[in-house]
């Protein structure tokens, strides 16, 4: 460990460091769905419910795995920009650019579901890094399970976890209820191979979270920049290329029927999942600039709600597109000049 630290304080082998941890996370993600996905068929659970879960949370394992190692560490800055980085490069960047390839069509559910709940994400998270007031629980031992000024402390973890479960709840119901598909259980591979993929999948996933969150503060230490800066930039965009690439590639050959919903449930699993569990793990303290984070993180979901409101076709059309991009740029050119 001791050489592994001396090695990541020098530049060029901090920045190889997060790349190879960036592509051990992408591929134990894509190893760990397999596999869970294997062994779900294999036990009678449906594509719609593994579809709903499994791949849902391993897409966003990256994210998770970064944030709570963060956390573990007392590594809080990365730990809360990570999500709120990804959320908003989901939405500004990986959106924008794949509505400006093709127009984005919105599912009924996801205008009158999903985005409403990922408005309601980015409102708490605004909350928690606006309340001043403190509120004495009567718990004098569980000091972090209280709401604290200038954190997310433990109870505001349980509040985002509880609104994923009613999330999850609601997403399943619903999706139970629509359905009319006949469901085939095949297992693709043998039991003994999706173990092995489940186990090596969460080992790269493990090392690489590990090596991304030790190389960015390293990088940031070095650049002289907040870890903060670091998890909004480098981390958040590592984390979201497994979208980015799937979303541009659907865009490409024209569908992206699913592609407003895959990012929408990302940002509700980062969200509701990760930030809560991460606060549960270790309070995070408010950082400079998170209320910015969070009001872009709010104003993302807003501006999608607008524009697949704002034309019969429900879409997110090309000019959207650009103007997503465009205020990402602005808010990023703010917030480096604003170190």
Avoid at 9 to 25: D, K, Q, R
Avoid at 151 to 166: D, K, N, P, Q
Avoid at 257 to 279: C, E, H, P, R, Y
Wanted: hydrophobic share 55%.
């Amino acid at each position: 460990m001791a050489e592994l630290l001396s090695l990541l304080a020098n530049p060029i082998w901090a920045s190889i460091a997060i790349v190879i941890g960036f592509v051990l996370l992408i591929y134990g993600a894509d190893w760990l769905v397999e596999g869970a996905s294997a062994i779900a068929k294999q036990l009678g659970i449906s594509d719609l419910i593994i579809g709903l879960t499994v791949v849902a949370f391993g897409t966003s394992m990256p994210e998770f795995i970064v944030s709570v190692i963060a956390a573990s560490q007392q590594n809080t800055e990365i730990a809360i920009t990570n999500i709120l980085g990804s959320n908003s490069i989901n939405v500004f960047i990986i959106l924008g650019i794949t509505a400006i390839i093709y127009p984005i069509s919105s599912q009924k559910s996801a205008r009158h579901f999903d985005i409403p709940w990922s408005l309601l994400a980015g409102m708490l998270v605004l909350f928690f890094a606006t309340y001043t007031k403190p509120v004495d629980l009567g718990f004098s031992n569980l000091g972090e399970f209280s709401f604290q000024r200038g954190f997310i402390s433990g109870i505001g973890g349980a509040v985002l976890l509880l609104c994923f479960a009613l999330f999850m709840w609601h997403s399943i119901h619903f999706a139970k209820t629509n359905s009319d598909e006949k469901e085939e259980n095949a297992a693709s591979v043998s039991s003994f191979y999706a173990v092995l993929l489940i186990l090596v999948g969460l080992v790269a996933l493990v090392v690489g979270g590990e090596v991304i969150v030790r190389s960015a503060t390293s990088i940031a230490s070095m650049m002289g920049v907040s870890d903060a800066i670091i998890g909004l930039t480098v981390v958040a965009l590592g984390t979201s290329l497994p979208e980015l690439a799937t979303s541009c590639m659907a865009a490409y050959k024209r569908n992206v029927d699913l592609a407003l919903g895959n990012v929408i449930g990302s940002n509700i699993f980062n969200v509701f999942f990760i930030l809560g569990t991460s606060a549960i793990i270790h309070p995070l303290p408010i950082y400079p600039g998170l209320w910015v984070d969070a009001m872009m993180v709010t104003l993302a979901s807003l501006l999608v709600i607008i524009f697949v409101y704002s034309n019969p076709q429900h879409q997110i059309k090309r000019w959207h597109g650009v103007v997503l991009v465009g205020i990402y740029a602005l808010y990023l050119a703010y917030r480096l000049l604003n170190l």
